[in-house]
């Protein structure tokens, strides 16, 4: 079930200030992404856990409320074309985005400056079921994670999200089973760190949605950004981009509320390689 805004607040107060442990590294990521367990005052050790095992444990033997992803800033990967060192900056402004949307899509991301690998993003791990993917939601999502995958575009379309792969389209608390029939549960949007950009940098798998009509209620939605980026927002984000990529954030937003219809795809790259 989706976490009230509430609950939000608390995970990203016990982000910002517990102390973290390294418990092992996503192999396939380009840039360096470790999961790390939330040591709040009476957390066990990795080492007392794994004596109370008898075995090493997994990720399935950790509590998931204790887990969080780790992006250091040392770790990123050069780009040609985004600024060097700014990428888990950018995935806390997408949840700050999100927010502002009030539409919950990304999981609570912060800053750490006292990591254990020096300054990064930390973003509340998302336990989910790996094959529940983009594509698989289409065919078998229920009308709630499908109107909330319409939101995923327009949320995309307004960071300028140079990377939605399938694979980063994640459900939590999953109700069904696709052999039954539906499967709704709370999408969850994770690795923003190629948006932002001042220049048109869209890629993404879901184009499937191009041609339909933009909710009214998402163009309220995005007039409440609107308002935001007037105030306190853009203050926030001021420390996470450049004033050019606020000023273009801006200026997509005003052209999306001006649009009635998701747009089709465009330029060469438009669908990102390869796609989960």
Same mark, same amino acid.
């Given at each position: 079930?989706?976490?009230?805004?509430?609950? #939000?607040?608390?995970?990203?107060?016990? %982000?910002?200030?517990?102390?973290?442990?390294?418990?092992?590294?996503?192999? +396939?990521?380009?840039?360096?992404?470790? %999961?790390?367990?939330?040591?709040?005052?009476?957390?066990?050790?990795?080492?007392?856990?794994?004596?109370?095992?008898?075995?090493?444990?997994?990720?399935?033997?950790? =509590?998931?409320?204790?887990?969080?992803?780790?992006?250091?800033?040392?770790? /990123?990967?050069? $780009?040609?074309?985004?600024?060097?060192?700014?990428?888990?900056?950018?995935?806390?402004?997408?949840?700050?985005?999100?927010?502002? *949307?009030?539409?919950?899509?990304?999981?609570?991301?912060?800053?750490?400056?006292?990591?254990?690998?020096?300054?990064?993003?930390?973003?509340?791990? &998302?336990?989910?079921?790996?094959?529940? @993917?983009?594509?698989?939601? *289409?065919? &078998?999502?229920?009308?709630?994670?499908?109107?909330? %995958?319409?939101?995923?575009?327009?949320?995309? %379309?307004?960071?300028?999200?140079?990377?939605?792969?399938?694979?980063?389209?994640? !459900?939590?608390?999953?109700?069904?089973?696709?052999?039954?029939?539906?499967?709704?549960?709370?999408?969850? $949007?994770?690795? @923003?760190?190629?948006?932002?950009?001042?220049?048109?940098?869209?890629?993404?798998?879901?184009?499937?949605?191009?041609?339909?009509?933009?909710?009214?209620?998402?163009?309220?939605? !995005?007039?409440?950004?609107?308002?935001?980026?007037?105030? =306190? *927002?853009?203050?926030?984000?001021? +420390? $996470? *981009?450049?004033? /050019?990529?606020?000023?273009?954030?801006?200026? #997509? &937003?005003?052209? $999306?509320?001006?649009?009635?219809?998701?747009?089709?795809?465009?330029?060469?790259?438009?669908?990102?390689?390869?796609?989960?």
């Amino acid at each position: 079930m989706e976490a009230a805004a509430s609950d #939000r607040v608390f995970e990203a107060d016990r %982000l910002r200030t517990v102390d973290l442990e390294p418990v092992g590294r996503f192999a +396939d990521a380009s840039n360096a992404t470790l %999961l790390v367990r939330l040591m709040d005052a009476a957390s066990p050790s990795l080492e007392a856990v794994a004596e109370e095992l008898g075995y090493a444990p997994t990720v399935g033997d950790l =509590d998931p409320e204790d887990l969080a992803v780790y992006k250091p800033l040392r770790g /990123e990967a050069p $780009l040609w074309d985004f600024p060097l060192g700014t990428l888990h900056r950018r995935e806390v402004a997408a949840y700050a985005v999100s927010e502002a *949307l009030g539409w919950g899509l990304v999981p609570t991301t912060v800053l750490r400056d006292d990591g254990p690998f020096g300054p990064g993003s930390l973003q509340r791990f &998302v336990a989910h079921d790996p094959s529940l @993917h983009y594509f698989r939601l *289409l065919e &078998v999502g229920g009308p709630t994670v499908l109107d909330t %995958l319409r939101r995923m575009v327009v949320f995309d %379309l307004v960071i300028d999200n140079a990377d939605r792969k399938g694979g980063h389209v994640l !459900l939590a608390d999953a109700a069904g089973d696709p052999k039954d029939g539906p499967v709704e549960g709370w999408v969850q $949007l994770v690795d @923003h760190g190629v948006s932002f950009n001042v220049d048109r940098k869209l890629r993404t798998v879901a184009w499937e949605f191009a041609g339909e009509p933009i909710p009214e209620e998402v163009h309220d939605d !995005l007039e409440r950004l609107t308002t935001a980026l007037d105030g =306190d *927002l853009a203050q926030y984000l001021a +420390d $996470l *981009l450049s004033p /050019e990529e606020i000023a273009v954030l801006i200026d #997509r &937003v005003t052209q $999306l509320r001006g649009s009635t219809v998701l747009p089709e795809p465009w330029g060469p790259r438009a669908y990102p390689w390869p796609p989960l």
